[in-house]
């Protein structure tokens, strides 16, 4: 993918950039608003991370510059402003998801990932699958090694978000705002629980587990 | 709720103790004037009496008693409406004539006999005075004249009717204009006190209008816009203080975490080095997470967020929440039972993901801090003043003198230290309940916990002010509360 990283901190902006060359991405950086806004109307990148407070213009601005001048490329905001009032802000100008500093560089990579793989329109006949596990999207029926999975209506869901990602990691944080709408973390184990419900119908009546657990970040479905 | 009255206390207060002045030094003038003018009346009539019966003594002596009786009986000396009256007494004593109707013989002749010569007949209003003289006649017998004061009791019915009305206009007149005036400075003191309200309800920019007049009130709209630009600026410097605050202390954090972060991908000889940096790196995602909390609770706390506002439907909201942590609940060994109402609950409007987020921290506290095998509950009740929503349990619960601490920052309970958390979930979801004008209870469940949030029907209106910024004074001291709210209201 080619990112535009808009990121005044040279730090961070290291840090980030040489995490996403290692995992395959090209990245350009530029260090204030300004540059960032006329680099992003210009040039056809697949992704923008956008820090909030830099020099020039402000992050917000330039995301709503860009959305103006009808760039729909994904906008992923990375700053220190965390608050909830802060966040709604950012995905009101368009902004498609929000990492706050300080980050772990796994959740960014994983949600940078995600949106550079977003809106393949759904086919009529989509079925994913892994291994011998197949799902028919659209009338939501699950099936492993042709016997039928029963799964109630939020476990499908969190199986058709893993099947998407087939190989590589969901994060749990990215698995609670999709699944349950949650864009906080809860103190109980939500997230473990379903996946175990999951795990229970799909993965323990057959040989092999598809079904991986990410340590201190998320989960994976792959065939091993 | 207090009537309306146009009035207030202090103008009506104003305008009795003035009308009262008025009736006094009214009553005061009147006599006066009343005193003064009868004395004058009376010595004229007095005068006229005593010229009548000596002309009248003189015709006797020359016409004689019989004469005498023809002519006042004629009445051809009595063209004057004010006419005096006569009464003759023959030499047995008796009355032979008399021409008043109004004054008896017997209270004529009586008056004749003091020395001031005069008397009153009727009673009241109607009062009339009358002076008499008399004579004795020449063949015997006496002759009595006398006149009532006509004129001077019809002028005293004038003016104590002219009293009457005009003390009656004087009120009528100082009661419009004590109206006038209060409702005036009424309008004034009720733009204060919206003003104060809708700040309060969040909207910051609303100040009191300036009427240019230069008086107390005046003052007291100016003190009132002065404090509320304080308040104001005070909020704009907490927010731009979190920004600041965020941009200063989050950029070093973040470069530390970065390193660390670095530093925990190389191999290490000794494993206790990677564990060390790895629990550094948790350190400061705590902090940031108490951190955000923070600053979260501020901002709730200065309304801004209610302009987001939605319609939400409380039962299916709490449907769906029960929904989620029914396998959780589960999980922990507790169980779950749901009592909504379905009927009448009215939508509440505030924020979806705040609300769910509210409820959501108080289940979590209670499938955490509860053993196995704890019944929780999640309840709607409609009320006449609103609706509650109630997460109880029928676990240990909290002894009663500590209840009031849950609700502050940082505070943990004894048998919860423990557990992971920083003391900051009931701040934060209390901030909530009351950036929707809702309040949070807690209580004993006997036994338990329980947790009540009440949303009131009008949530932002004036009665419910006093209770909003309260959640959590319910609990120790009931009665004082209500009784200090009703203070406010």
Redesign the interface.
């Known amino acids: 993918m080619r990112i535009l990283l808009i990121e005044d901190d040279s730090e961070t902006a290291a840090f980030v950039g040489s995490g996403l060359r290692q995992a395959g991405h090209t990245v350009d950086v530029v260090e204030n608003g300004k540059d960032g806004v006329l680099l992003g109307i210009q040039d056809d990148f697949d992704l923008v991370i956008l820090d909030r407070m830099i020099p020039g213009l402000d992050g917000l601005s330039v995301a709503r510059t860009l959305r103006s001048s009808g760039q729909s490329v994904p906008i992923l905001f990375l700053t220190a402003l965390g608050s909830i009032n802060d966040r709604v802000q950012g995905l009101d100008v368009g902004g498609d998801d929000y990492v706050v500093k300080p980050f772990a560089f796994s959740e960014l990579l994983a949600r940078v990932n995600a949106l550079g793989r977003r809106s393949p329109l759904r086919d009529e006949h989509e079925k994913l699958c892994v291994a011998d596990l197949e799902m028919d999207v659209v009338h939501r029926i699950v099936t492993r090694n042709h016997q039928p999975i029963n799964l109630l209506p939020r476990e499908c869901l969190l199986l058709e978000i893993l099947l998407r990602n087939k190989g590589r990691v969901v994060l749990r944080t990215m698995l609670l705002e999709r699944v349950w709408g949650f864009r906080f973390e809860p103190k109980t184990s939500v997230v473990e629980t379903y996946i175990s419900r999951l795990r229970t119908k799909v993965d323990k009546p057959f040989k092999t587990a598809l079904i991986h657990t990410v340590r201190g970040c998320g989960y994976s479905i792959y065939e091993a | 709720m207090k009537p309306d009255l146009a009035l207030t206390r202090f103008h009506a207060h104003l305008i009795v103790a003035t009308s009262c002045l008025l009736v006094v030094a009214m009553t005061f003038l009147f006599s006066h004037f009343f005193i003064e003018s009868h004395e004058d009346l009376a010595a004229r009539v007095q005068m006229r009496v005593q010229d009548v019966v000596t002309s009248l003594a003189e015709y006797e002596r020359t016409n004689g008693l019989d004469g005498l009786i023809r002519f006042v009986e004629a009445g051809a000396a009595w063209h004057d409406p004010d006419a005096p009256f006569v009464s003759v007494r023959n030499g047995a004593g008796e009355v032979v004539l008399h021409t008043s109707r109004d004054i008896a013989p017997d209270a004529a002749w009586s008056a004749a006999a003091l020395s001031i010569r005069s008397g009153a007949a009727g009673w009241g209003l109607s009062t009339r005075f009358f002076h008499v003289a008399s004579t004795p006649l020449s063949q015997g017998g006496q002759l009595l004249v006398g006149q009532s004061e006509v004129k001077s009791a019809q002028s005293r019915d004038w003016a104590v009717g002219g009293f009457a009305l005009l003390t009656f206009a004087a009120l009528a007149v100082m009661f419009l204009v004590g109206l006038l005036f209060s409702g005036r400075s009424r309008t004034r003191v009720e733009d204060m006190t919206s003003t104060l309200f809708s700040f309060a309800a969040g909207e910051m920019d609303r100040r009191v209008p300036m009427s240019g007049q230069a008086d107390r009130l005046a003052d007291l709209a100016f003190a009132i816009n002065g404090t509320l630009d304080y308040a104001q600026r005070l909020l704009w410097n907490l927010n731009y203080m979190?920004?600041d605050i965020?941009?200063n202390l989050?950029?070093p954090?973040?470069?530390?975490?970065?390193r660390l972060?670095?530093v925990s991908k190389c191999e290490f000889a000794n494993p206790d080095l990677s564990r060390k940096i790895d629990e550094g790196?948790q350190e400061?995602?705590s902090l940031?997470?108490i951190f955000?909390a923070l600053?979260?609770i501020g901002?709730?706390q200065s309304g801004?967020?209610r302009s987001?506002f939605v319609s939400v439907d409380m039962p299916a909201l709490l449907a769906h929440i029960a929904d989620?942590?029914e396998?959780?609940v589960a999980?922990?060994g507790h169980r779950l039972e749901v009592c909504i109402a379905r009927q009448h609950v009215p939508p509440v409007s505030g924020d979806r993901?705040?609300l769910?987020?509210m409820i959501?921290?108080f289940l979590?506290?209670a499938?955490?801090y509860t053993p196995e095998g704890t019944t929780i509950t999640i309840g709607l009740q409609e009320l006449r003043t609103g609706f509650d929503v109630s997460i109880s349990d029928n676990g240990p619960g909290v002894p009663d003198d500590e209840i009031k601490h849950l609700f502050e920052r940082f505070y943990r309970f004894e048998g919860t230290r423990a557990k992971?958390?920083h003391g900051l979930?009931i701040p934060f979801a209390v901030a909530i309940a009351e950036l929707h004008g809702a309040y949070v209870e807690i209580g004993d469940n006997k036994p338990g916990l329980n947790v009540v949030v009440h949303f009131p029907n009008d949530p932002f209106s004036r009665s419910q002010l006093g209770l909003r910024l309260r959640s959590g004074l319910h609990i120790t001291s009931k009665p004082q509360v209500s009784a200090r709210v009703s203070e406010q209201i």
């Open positions: 979190s920004a965020a941009h989050k950029k954090l973040t470069r530390l975490r970065q972060e670095v790196i400061i995602d940031v997470v955000e600053l979260n901002q709730l801004d967020r987001r989620i942590y396998p959780i999980d922990h993901e705040l769910m987020e959501i921290n979590e506290n499938i955490q992971p958390g979930g």
